[in-house]
């Protein structure tokens, strides 16, 4: 009975959020606040986890390739394919939702617990517009942005390792990437960011605005903010790849 | 005003608020007082629309709160301001931040005109050069004189204050207190007092409301909570022996046994030994 309350919960959350902001500058100003947050604030791990995300498949590609017939131009297909369609989105926004959806769990957790939400109610405030549409819509704009650079860093991670491991030379690896490359997995990919930037950022805010308690259950939520956000996020990747990904 | 009618409230199966009225008067300190889990913090909070009562109404200078759409809740809102029990002041924000927030949310006023008006209301709750610190860089009692002054930033019709005192030694509750006072007075605005604190009841309780497992137990003044026969509100109030002796002595003195320029000796006893040691007798 619980999940079903919690959904019902969530989606009144989110109907919730839909009011007219009482000032538009204040809202804008925690938007970029936001933007700053999840984006900025994200980023050094992002691309840290890319690079080596990259490196690692291109060892590991060359390590499976042991026959000749197939050209080293394929490994870089292969890190390309693997990195744009899977590694940039997924990988990237599990570790986001450990990053930001914890990050938003817990601001909020704290806020509730110490009656800040409370003192805007009071004000005339609606909390759930003020506080969690400008978080879920700077996800929106900013985890795309991130998988972007992750794509881009891992597949230059990749180049990086296998040109100093000697796998792969520099030009082998660039006219590999240009091979049967694919534009509609980059759209893909985009699509899959947007709706784990959804999942993570309104997951983390649900558990968050909702905790009761003291600090012991704002540690608890923002566990389990990001628990269920990597859960969603694997049961949407299964979907979106049997819905988009069809032959 | 402030007119509470049959409110009730219940969580799941167990009733917090069984069936409360009451009339907060304008220009007054209104208190509600109880013993922790009385219902008192729910009686307020349903006051001010963060409950939603299960029946009753609640009547701000006669317009039903509890039966207005959001929009007309909003704009009540924004003339009630709330001190919350541990001041409730946004940590990412500097003092004058926290109290301009409202401000910037509510008026179009230029940064110098909100500057100015933060001035004012922090020169009132006597906090100068306290601007840029943030809530981690200050004490309790500060804190609510923020918490203060950002409620009454706005201009408010009606102030609510959640155990204002709770956590401040003696001294700093009273300062709270008859800041409470001073600006109920001279803004003419109603307050509403959440307290269990003897010494705000005694400062400043104009009108007092007694809650009891989420009845109203007893309701008047400071004056008359001294000659109550109520015996669940003596418990309450006069609870230690200090506090039992010093509303006897007061009931006698407003008797006429004792004379306001009373012999201190009369009332000591003479047979008790003498604090004084000998040799400086």
């Known amino acids: ?247 | 005003m402030i007119e509470v009618k049959n409110i009730k409230k219940t969580f799941g199966d167990k009733t917090v608020i069984e069936d409360v009225s009451a009339v907060m008067k304008a220009g007054q300190c209104n208190l509600i007082i109880g013993a922790s889990g009385s219902g008192k913090t729910v009686l307020m909070k349903c006051m001010v629309g963060l409950f939603e009562p299960d029946g009753g109404h609640v009547l701000y200078s006669g317009q039903d709160f509890t039966a207005m759409s959001n929009e007309e809740k909003t704009e009540i809102r924004k003339e009630i301001g709330m001190l919350f029990q541990g001041s409730a002041l946004f940590d990412s924000l500097t003092v004058e931040q926290n109290i301009m927030f409202p401000l910037s949310m509510f008026t179009t006023w230029s940064h110098k005109k909100k500057l100015d008006r933060v001035n004012e209301v922090l020169a009132r709750v006597n906090l100068v050069d306290t601007n840029k610190k943030y809530p981690a860089e200050l004490s309790g009692g500060m804190k609510k004189r923020v918490g203060i002054a950002r409620a009454i930033v706005l201009n408010p019709k009606y102030l609510f204050c959640d155990e204002p005192n709770s956590g401040l030694d003696p001294q700093t509750s009273l300062v709270i207190d008859r800041l409470i006072k001073e600006i109920t007075l001279e803004y003419n605005i109603t307050t509403v007092v959440n307290t269990h604190d003897m010494n705000s009841v005694m400062e400043i309780g104009n009108y007092i409301l007694y809650m009891y497992k989420g009845n109203k137990e007893w309701e008047g003044n400071k004056k008359e909570i001294i000659f109550s026969k109520n015996q669940r509100l003596n418990d309450f109030i006069f609870a230690s022996e200090f506090l039992q002796d010093a509303k006897d002595m007061r009931m006698l003195e407003e008797a006429g046994k004792i004379s306001d320029d009373r012999n201190m000796d009369e009332m000591l006893d003479k047979d008790a030994p003498s604090l004084v040691p000998p040799d400086e007798e």
Not at chain 1, 118 to 145: R, V
Not at chain 1, 194 to 206: E, H, Q
């Open chain 1, 1 to 247: 009975m619980t999940i079903f309350s919690d959904i019902g919960r969530y989606l009144l959350m989110i109907k919730g959020m839909f009011s007219k902001p009482e000032n538009g500058r204040m809202y804008w100003k925690e938007f970029i606040h936001q933007c700053t947050e999840i984006g900025v604030g994200s980023l050094g791990i992002v691309a840290i986890i890319s690079v080596f995300i990259g490196a690692v498949s291109t060892i590991q590609t060359a390590y499976q390739l042991v026959t000749p017939l197939i050209p080293r131009s394929t490994i870089a297909q292969i890190v390309r394919d693997t990195v744009i369609l899977e590694f940039a989105p997924t990988l990237v926004c599990i570790v986001l939702a450990g990053v930001a959806g914890s990050r938003i769990a817990s601001e909020l957790g704290n806020m509730r617990v110490s009656e800040q939400i409370d003192a805007l109610e009071i004000m005339g405030i609606n909390t759930k517009t003020y506080l969690i549409l400008p978080k879920i819509i700077a996800a929106l704009l900013m985890i795309p942005l991130l998988v972007v650079i992750a794509m881009v860093l891992g597949i230059l991670g990749g180049r990086i390792a296998g040109v100093s491991a000697g796998i792969i030379s520099g030009n082998i690896y660039d006219k590999g990437l240009l091979e049967y490359f694919v534009p509609y997995n980059v759209f893909f990919a985009l699509v899959k960011a947007y709706v784990f930037a959804f999942i993570i950022s309104s997951v983390a805010a649900f558990y968050g605005y909702y905790v009761k308690g003291g600090a012991l259950e704002i540690g608890r939520a923002s566990t389990k903010a990001v628990v269920v956000s990597c859960i969603v996020i694997l049961f949407a990747d299964y979907i979106l790849s049997a819905l988009l990904l069809k032959q």
